[in-house]
């Protein structure tokens, strides 16, 4: 069964907004609400790097300097799903954003990524 699965990605003009969603069927109610979550992104031709960190709560976010205030990352434990508010979109914000969890018994899952494409 696929784990997470990432939605919202798509073209949008710098200054737009998207949302991110990351569902995970593959996951127990139980367990994901002790799984900590992350969006990470890749640009072409560069590494994945993180974007936002979200505790298990919900309560403790971290986020990268490239998208501090304009960014934001939440968790609805009861529906499963983990989303990114992406406001003041940018050109460099082009990139496949994929959804992490940090599963505490268990590897790593990965979605299959969303395409986000900032350009005017």
């Known amino acids: 069964q696929v784990q997470l699965v990432e939605s919202g990605g798509g073209v949008v003009q710098p200054g737009g907004s998207l949302m991110l969603s990351c569902e995970a069927p593959g996951i127990s109610v139980v367990t994901y609400a002790e799984t900590p979550m992350s969006w990470y992104r890749q640009a072409p031709g560069k590494e994945r790097v993180l974007v936002a960190h979200?505790?298990?709560?919900?309560?403790?976010?971290n986020y990268e300097h490239f998208v501090m205030g304009r960014f934001t990352i939440s968790r609805n434990n009861a529906e499963k799903t983990l989303y990114l508010q992406m406001n003041n979109l940018k050109p460099e914000d082009t990139a496949v954003y994929y959804c992490?969890?940090?599963?505490?018994?268990?590897?790593?899952?990965w979605g299959q990524g969303t395409q986000v494409t900032v350009s005017s």
């Open positions: 979200i505790g298990t709560a919900g309560d403790a976010r």
């Open positions: 992490k969890a940090h599963l505490l018994n268990g590897p790593d899952l």
